[in-house]
């Protein structure tokens, strides 16, 4: 079966660093997103990542481990609006996306 | 440039209507989805659509229609609503170029069924 998981919420302080792991499990494999989705909105694009690595995007990076079927997102400098939920999904083999339900990361003062 | 647009927001509906959820795009992507998202799960795809004039299944189909006779429109229609079907549902495209497919999403539509 295809399945994605990731923890349900995380708490963090503003200014540290925050890392939101992700497991994944998919039929065939094209690759892993990161979304930010803040409450009642919409999800938004954060990264892509389909070859191991670290990929870096200002504050935020995305790391991928196909042997382990792993991936992170690391949040740098952590600011209040960075509260949200982050989504990870992977793409399998018919370039459909397979979502966990979401790691909800919660920023204190 | 509008991005994705849903219609409406938010809808009350009595169970056993029938509603047909608007969706469309000025991106001119190829390909068209629709999820629903419930608390404590995963986005998951009810139907996608490839191109226009095609449409397919995804992991909860049953209960939801779709067509796409265009480009830029993909509605979902409930044909007899139910309890179950109360959910936040979402809109997204992808230009589909095989590069990275990112999805872009609507700004959703809560629908309540009652």
């Known amino acids: 079966g295809q399945n994605i998981d990731q923890p349900t919420e995380m708490t963090a302080t503003e200014g540290a660093i925050v890392q939101i792991n992700c497991t994944y499990q998919?039929?065939?494999?094209?690759?892993l997103f990161w979304y930010q989705q803040h409450a009642g909105e919409a999800p938004t694009f954060l990264s892509y990542n389909v070859l191991d690595g670290l990929e870096e995007k200002g504050r935020f990076s995305s790391f991928l481990s196909r042997s382990k079927g792993y991936s992170y997102l690391l949040l740098k400098e952590l600011q209040m609006k960075d509260s949200a939920s982050y989504l990870c999904?992977?793409?399998?083999?018919?370039?459909?996306?397979?979502w966990g339900a979401g790691t909800k990361l919660i920023i204190k003062p | 440039i509008a991005g994705i647009t849903q219609a409406p927001t938010s809808q009350i509906l009595a169970a056993g209507r029938r509603m047909t959820l608007r969706c469309t795009q000025d991106m001119r992507h190829n390909a068209m989805y629709w999820y629903r998202q419930d608390l404590g799960l995963g986005l998951r795809l009810i139907h996608y659509?490839?191109?226009?004039?095609?449409?397919g299944k995804g992991e909860v189909p049953d209960g939801y229609s779709v067509s796409r006779a265009n480009t830029d429109d993909f509605p979902l229609t409930l044909a007899s609503a139910v309890p179950s079907q109360t959910s936040v549902y979402f809109c997204a495209s992808s230009d589909s170029t095989g590069v990275t497919d990112t999805q872009y999403f609507g700004p959703g539509t809560r629908l309540t069924v009652l």
């Open positions: 999904a992977g793409m399998d083999s018919n370039y459909q996306l397979i």
């Open positions: 659509s490839n191109t226009a004039g095609t449409t």
């Open positions: 998919t039929s065939g494999f094209n690759g």
